[in-house]
């Protein structure tokens, strides 16, 4: 780094840049994972220590207070990444320092405690809202606090512990926690050990891993697990060694990594160390370079951790900056396809196969070839060829084991009407009858109830004007298709998933008319051959995805195209009531991403595009319903989109071929879900 750091932040910033801020001076910098370079930015108004750095909903960082216990530094300001420069943010009641901040469900910030400048600990609560840009007063907390760990709870709900209640006052083993629809607080168990200068890290669980700190006069080694539901501790294994001032960031294996710190005096900690959620347990894990204490921690896109500045040693601050590799990321590369190919198809067999066929080459000729992926020896075969050369087509598992392939196109001016079947015992495409108007970028969706397939929507051209209503049904014991119904709205770019009812959920799309983005949605009665309307989204949307949840009672939808160009906000509808609800939104706006259930029951969401100053991204993340909240999930081996996906038998997930800035590409990525 540029500056020699203490009690900085660091803050991945929704670029992939991590913004680093303070720690004894009022200097800023960015920090490029891909490159590993450094860039200076414009300093902050005032230099900051022990202040809090909150990344906002807009993309903004909040960054509050700071200061040494003699001196906290007043107010708060803002950075904008699309400027790289800093705002005030006027309005903060009094100076702090040790304070914690927590961004609320809603996007408010709520500041809590800290000290006011002489070694007072605050118990005043703010509320800061960025779409007034202004502060306002909450509950107080029973008790005043510095140096305490707050954490939002998957309920909305925050969870402060422990701190001291002066600089040099006693210790605190008390918990209480927020309710932001009530501004109130109440008291929930006492921690088993009293503890400040710990960390307090949400599990993948929903449960909050309490570490280390100073019990008392004495830095301890002990952990202790928060479980929201019944507002109790539960004691968990030992740290290798006393710990306090350390760091903690929750990976995305689920385990956390403990870094530095110190036993209580000196030399400081060069040790890591790794908790287990499943067994309660730590196990060293590689030492640091360098000695810290007080240093920053962020856990960057790919699954590493970025670990800068703090002190090494008595009277002197350190520059350097170090990351730590987890012994397994979650993407790792497979063997290759054995050619480039984009907005191809990959479908999982009754076999366990991954059948990918056809696509777009790097030159953009549709191609006619398919291919098999074995997961256990991790290799490619040639099958039999399609029978037609296709992009942009559907791919449908029938109820037999067959693949049904539909539609699509042969080139920027023919779309297609041809449809075929592939047969995993004999490897070959049988022509099946032809849809009654070709289309691509339509849904295709099988239903249980008849075994028929359900195609819906698309574009028969390139004008707008092409976009489809019309719905066809295929019979697998005729290889024919019928028409059904139209739909209500013309659609392409939409996403259909089938209903525990029977029916099946159609939301979205890029439309005509006034209703160019739309946010309508329309069930399918498979009965009837009939749609019937259902509420709208709350965003209208093309370029999304949809994925049903748990026992189908919900579905997720996530991302896509805007009014304003790629989303990150997501909402679920309800199927019983036939309603959305707003959930948590990505943490990267993702357009054209894909996705699947995984069989932990969260969805992970890949790739897409992200629009100015991100294009198309090689992030991941995943949606964890029970805890509404989206985690990362790592980087795949290049930038890339309309690519194809397939849940494997291992519960592994692979990404095959897609394109990025060089076209099409032979890559193969494989996921593998936290616990």
Same mark, same amino acid.
């Given at each position: ?29 960015? %920090?490029?994972? *891909? ?56 309005? $903060? ?37 960025? !779409? ?45 926690? %927020? ?18 200068? &710990? ?13 280390? +700190? ?23 294994? $030992? ?6 001032? &350390?760091?903690?960031?929750? @990976? ?30 730590? #196990? ?6 360098? *000695? ?10 790919? +699954? ?24 397994? $990321? ?6 290759? @396809? ?16 991954? $059948? ?27 099958? +039999? ?56 970028? &339509? ?50 770019? &939409? ?36 749609? *019937? ?26 991302? +896509? ?6 989303? *990150?906000?997501? !909402? ?6 036939? #309603? ?36 198309? @991204?090689?992030?991941?993340?995943? %949606? ?52």
């Amino acid at each position: 780094m540029a500056s020699a750091r203490v009690d900085a932040t660091a803050t991945l910033l929704r670029n992939g840049y991590v913004l680093v801020a303070g720690g004894g001076t009022s200097a800023t910098e960015l %920090y490029e994972p *891909r490159t590993g370079r450094w860039f200076s930015l414009g300093a902050m108004a005032t230099s900051r220590q022990r202040h809090t750095a909150t990344l906002l909903a807009s993309g903004k960082v909040l960054v509050v207070g700071g200061g040494t216990s003699v001196l906290a530094s007043a107010g708060a300001e803002l950075f904008d990444p699309v400027t790289n420069s800093w705002s005030a943010a006027t309005g $903060l009641d009094l100076p702090r320092s040790q304070h914690t901040a927590t961004l609320l469900p809603d996007g408010r910030v709520l500041v809590v405690g800290g000290d006011s400048g002489f070694g007072n600990a605050l118990s005043s609560v703010m509320i800061y809202s960025p !779409e007034t840009h202004s502060w306002s007063v909450t509950g107080r907390m029973s008790a005043a606090r510095l140096g305490h760990a707050a954490t939002l709870l998957p309920d909305g709900q925050v969870l402060v512990t422990g701190g001291r209640d002066s600089a040099n006052g006693n210790v605190l083993a008390t918990a209480e926690r %927020y309710d932001p629809a009530t501004g109130e607080w109440t008291a929930v168990g006492r921690m088993v050990t009293q503890r400040t200068g &710990h960390t307090a890290t949400l599990l993948l669980s929903g449960q909050v891993l309490v570490a280390g +700190g100073f019990a008392g006069s004495l830095a301890t080694n002990t952990s202790e697990l928060f479980d929201p539901g019944t507002g109790t501790w539960t004691p968990q294994g $030992l740290l290798p060694s006393q710990s306090v001032f &350390h760091s903690a960031t929750l @990976l995305t294996s689920g385990q956390v990594l403990v870094a530095g710190g110190s036993t209580g005096g000196q030399p400081y900690l060069d040790s890591a160390a790794l908790y287990t959620p499943a067994t309660g347990a730590w #196990t060293a894990t590689a030492t640091m370079s360098s *000695r810290r204490i007080s240093h920053a921690a962020a856990l960057l896109p790919s +699954g590493e951790v970025l670990v800068l500045g703090g002190v090494p040693q008595a009277g002197t601050l350190s520059a350097t900056a170090e990351r730590y590799r987890p012994s397994a $990321l979650p993407w790792s590369t497979a063997a290759s @396809l054995g050619s480039a190919r984009s907005q191809l198809t990959a479908t999982r067999l009754n076999t366990g196969d991954v $059948l990918v066929a056809g696509g777009a080459s790097s030159s953009g000729a549709a191609l006619v070839s398919a291919v098999l992926y074995d997961e256990a020896t991790n290799s490619w075969q040639d099958t +039999g060829s399609l029978r037609t050369a296709r992009f942009l087509h559907s791919a449908t598992p029938l109820g037999d084991g067959r693949v049904l392939v539909s539609g699509g196109q042969r080139d920027a001016s023919t779309w297609l009407s041809a449809t075929e079947v592939y047969a995993p015992a004999t490897g070959t495409w049988t022509q099946m009858g032809d849809l009654e108007t070709g289309r691509a970028r &339509h849904t295709a969706t099988l239903l249980p109830g008849s075994g028929q397939v359900l195609v819906a929507g698309g574009a028969s051209g390139a004008s707008t004007t092409s976009t489809l209503a019309s719905a066809e049904l295929f019979n697998p014991a005729t290889g024919t298709w019928s028409s059904t119904s139209a739909m209500a709205h013309a659609r392409t770019y &939409h996403a259909a998933v089938p209903l525990s009812s029977g029916e099946v959920l159609v939301m979205g799309g890029s439309s005509t008319g006034a209703d160019a983005i739309t946010a309508s949605a329309e069930l399918f009665n498979p009965a009837t051959g009939t749609w *019937r309307p259902t509420a709208s989204m709350a965003v209208a949307r093309y370029g999304h995805i949809a994925v049903p949840l748990g026992n189908g009672s919900q579905v997720l939808v996530a991302g +896509g195209w805007g009014v304003d160009g790629p989303l *990150r906000s997501a !909402e679920l509808y309800d199927v019983a009531s036939g #309603t959305w609800k707003t959930v948590a939104s990505m943490n990267t706006p993702r357009y054209l991403p894909h996705a699947t259930a995984l069989s932990t029951g969260r969805v992970l969401v890949v790739t897409g595009e992200g629009g100015s100053g991100l294009g198309v @991204l090689d992030s991941a993340e995943v %949606y964890d319903a029970a805890m509404n909240a989206w985690m990362p999930a790592g980087t795949l081996s290049t930038r890339n989109t309309h690519h194809g996906l397939a849940l494997m038998p291992s519960g592994r997930v692979l990404v095959a071929g897609g394109s990025g800035s060089g076209g099409a590409r032979s890559a193969v990525d494989v996921y593998t879900p936290a616990p």
